[in-house]
Each structure stands twice: as structure tokens, then as C-alpha cells.
């Protein structure tokens, strides 16, 4: 029996992804450099710190990662702050409402920043709902390195056997495999560029399930 929900953030409870890709765009811009849509898919689930490593390499950027990554936080939070229809992933606040009614643990598990991942339970009221948030930015590597999601089921008062990911990209999927803990992959509209395969369950839409669907997956 499940007893443990570790969710990923971006896209699965918030999609702040077309905030997170205007800024990186506009960034890209600024640093006049081409990254195709391609290149940038492949980015998902990775920290930002990873992708401006990997960008100053492939690119041959003179600035610091620390510098770009300053300045990627700026205009995302000008974007964020600004976004009237920044809205929950539509079902998700009902699911985890449900979960936390049927004392199923919540923990978070994303390779977003500290503070974007504060803004958004802030503004969306969702902090009483997890025991747990762990931010990618406290781990060397990003997904598909599976120690975020050890690391949370880790901090879990349940063991791993009795824990589920919930996860949108193919990076996230391959973590949780990884990690050996069962992955639930939510496709999504913005999953399309995303393989989901690794994935031991498929879920279209989070209206179409609550905490005993989830609960008896294991």
C-alpha cells in the first residue's frame, strides 16, 4: 500500500514551465546564443545551475554559472510575479487535498530553486499540505541522477516500498527508477516532447483520480 506521494513541482502541481522557458529564452537572447527547441527539451527536470553548465561548455560562454543563473532567477521572477493566470495543474489541488484527508504523506521533490519553490507554495497556499520540500539546488547532479528522490524517501516516515513519485519528463521517470521507487507518470500536454515509457503507471489527468486509486497502486 502506498503510503508516501513524493511530487515532482514543475508541471505536476504548477506549470510555471512557460515562465521558466520565456526567461531562459529571453536570457538566450541577451547572451546571443542559439539553443533550438530540441537542445532546450532536453533540459527538463535538470537544475538551472546543470543547464548553464552545460551551456557554457557547449556554447563557450565567458561568464560564470553563478552570474547566469542570477540573472535566468531575475527575469523568471519579474515573469513569475507578474503572470495573473498562473494557475494549479488542473485536479491536482483536489488530489492532494484528498492525499492529506486520507493521511497519505506528501513530500516535494524538485530540481526548482528554494525560492521558486517557496513562491509557489506561497502563493498558492500548499505548505500545510508537505512534511517535506527538497530542492534540486542542494545536489550536484540533476535528474535523471536518481539522489533527489533517495534523498526525499530518505526523509519519508515510511519506507521506500511504501513511497510513489509522480513525475511529467523523461529525466524525472529515470530518476525515480533509479531511486527504485514506483513512478506514476503524469502526461501532460507539456510532457509531448517528454518519453514516459520508464513510467509504471500513466496518468492523463488528475481529475480521473484521488488518494484510494493512488493508495492501491502498490
Known sequence: MIKTVIFDMDGVIVDTEPVHKYA?????????I???????????????????????DQFQLN???????????SLFN???DTKPDLELISGVYDLIVDLHKNEIELILASSASKGTIERVFNRFKLNDFFS???SGEDFPKSKPDP????HAASLSKNSKEECIVIEDSTNG??????AGIY??????ENSKLQNLEGASVLVNDFNEINALFIKELK
Open 24 to 32: 531562459y529564452f529571453k536570457h538566450f537572447q541577451e547572451l546571443g
Open 34 to 56: 542559439d539553443v533550438s527547441e530540441e537542445l532546450y527539451a532536453t533540459f527538463t527536470g535538470n537544475s538551472t545551475r546543470n543547464v548553464f553548465q552545460k551551456l557554457k
Open 63 to 73: 561568464q560564470e554559472v553563478e552570474d547566469l543563473i542570477l540573472r535566468k532567477r
Open 78 to 80: 519579474d515573469s513569475f
Open 132 to 134: 517535506h520540500k527538497v
Open 147 to 150: 539522489t533527489i528522490f533517495i
Open 173 to 178: 521517470v529515470k530518476a525515480a527508477v533509479g
Open 183 to 188: 513512478c506514476l507518470g503524469y502526461n501532460s
